[in-house]
Nanobody, 122 residues
C-alpha cells in the first residue's frame, strides 16, 4: 500500500509562510483525490485543500487565497504552500488520499501520513 510522508512543519510567526511536502512511496492513481487535512487541539480533523490529478484544486473557505496546493508528479510529491499564516492555522497537518475520489469528508480518506505540526505564533 502507498505510504505518505509529510515534512516541512515548524514554528512561524503570523504573517509568514511555510511549505509542506507529502511524498508518496508509490505511484498515485489518476482516480485518487489527494488532500491536506488539519487537526487543531480539541477539534476534529478538517479538510484544508484537495487536488485531482486532472488539475482541479479545492480549498476550504478559511484558507482560500492564502494556501496553494500543487503536485510534482515525477517526484510523487504534493505540496501545500501556506502564506499569510494566522494563529488559527496552528494544527497538525496531514496529507491523505481518497481512493474513491473527491470528498471533503476526512472519514472518506483511507491512506494517511503521520502528520506534521504547524505552529503559528502571534
Amino acid at each position: 500500500q502507498v505510504q505518505l510522508v509529510e515534512s516541512g512543519g515548524g514554528l512561524v510567526q503570523a504573517g509568514k509562510s511555510l511549505t509542506l511536502s507529502c511524498k508518496a512511496s508509490e505511484r498515485i492513481y489518476s482516480s485518487w483525490f489527494l488532500v491536506w487535512v488539519r487537526q487543531a487541539p480539541g477539534k476534529e480533523r478538517e479538510f484544508v485543500s484537495g487536488l485531482r490529478l486532472s488539475g482541479n484544486r479545492y480549498y476550504a473557505d478559511s484558507v482560500r487565497g492564502r494556501f496553494t496546493i500543487s503536485r510534482d508528479g515525477a517526484a510523487n510529491t504534493m505540496y501545500l504552500q501556506m502564506n499569510s499564516l494566522k494563529v488559527e492555522d496552528t494544527a497538525t497537518y496531514y496529507c491523505a488520499v481518497a481512493r474513491r475520489g473527491y470528498s471533503r469528508n476526512p472519514k472518506d480518506y483511507d491512506i494517511w501520513g503521520q502528520g506534521t505540526q504547524v505552529t503559528v505564533s502571534s
